[in-house]
């Protein structure tokens, strides 16, 4: 079965960049996207199609895909942005989900 | 979009079945993948399967024997049983919507909007 890899934790100060992770198999040839999850909440799509935003999801948000790593960054993360963020693709019918990253802004 | 709003029983013993509902306001079924995702307290997201209009249905192997996902379009219902549960399938429960638009012909899935989850908990 197909799998994705995420690093559990990354730790930024305000105003920097977050980067996130996600590995898998030839990942660069599907598509990747990217969900924030805050306590308590259902996710939130912030990436689609590796680097596109839905309506309403900051500019600071953006994402790329390559190889075997499809990456999103955050730059210049805010304090709201605290949470954990979760990678998906889709191999032969079956969504996959990554383990999730969790975002600490110091 | 729609709005999805889900409801079910909470609190289940070992070898019961799970049943919830999900209910779409704003949007017709058809066209669109339904779908069922669970996380486990403190863990990552999983996801159990989806139906779309026709009447198909796809599931995660891993759960394939025990998960039935189906819809009542005169009531703008899917919904999910799982049998057999036991300590393992305590999680909160989503459904979620997936934007076509998003998802390159149906090469993927975007799920744009999400119910607001439902505790279960499965315990003797």
């Known amino acids: 079965s197909y799998e994705l890899t995420q690093p559990p934790s990354v730790s930024v100060s305000p105003g920097q960049t977050a980067t996130f992770t996600c590995s898998g198999d030839?990942?660069?040839?599907?598509?990747s996207l990217w969900y924030q999850q805050k306590p308590g909440q259902p996710p939130v799509l912030v990436i689609y199609?590796?680097?596109k935003r839905p309506s309403g999801i900051p500019e600071r948000f953006s994402g790329s895909n390559s190889g075997n790593t499809a990456t999103l960054t955050i730059s210049g993360t805010q304090a709201i942005d605290e949470a954990d963020y979760y990678c998906?693709?889709?191999?032969?019918?079956?969504?996959?989900f990554g383990g999730g990253t969790k975002l600490t802004v110091l | 979009q729609p709005q999805l709003q889900q409801w079910g029983a909470g609190l289940l013993k070992p070898s019961e079945t799970l049943s919830l509902t999900c209910t779409v306001y704003?949007?017709?079924?058809?066209?669109?993948?339904w779908t069922w995702i669970r996380q486990p307290p403190g863990k990552g997201l999983e996801w159990i399967g989806e139906?779309?209009?026709?009447?198909?249905?796809n599931y995660n192997p891993s759960l394939k024997s025990r998960v039935i996902i189906s819809m009542d379009i005169s009531k703008n219902q899917f919904s999910l049983k799982l049998s057999s549960v036991t300590a393992a399938d305590t999680a909160v429960y989503f459904c979620?919507?997936?934007?076509?638009?998003?998802?390159?012909?149906?090469?993927?899935?975007?799920?744009?909007?999400w119910g607001q989850g439902t505790m279960v908990t499965v315990s003797s």
């Open positions: 979620a919507w997936s934007n076509p638009q998003y998802a390159v012909g149906g090469t993927t899935r975007a799920f744009e909007v």
């Open positions: 704003g949007e017709s079924f058809t066209g669109y993948y």
């Open positions: 139906t779309i209009h026709s009447g198909g249905t």
């Open positions: 030839k990942l660069g040839d599907r598509y």
């Open positions: 199609q590796d680097n």
């Open positions: 998906q693709a889709w191999d032969s019918g079956i969504v996959v």
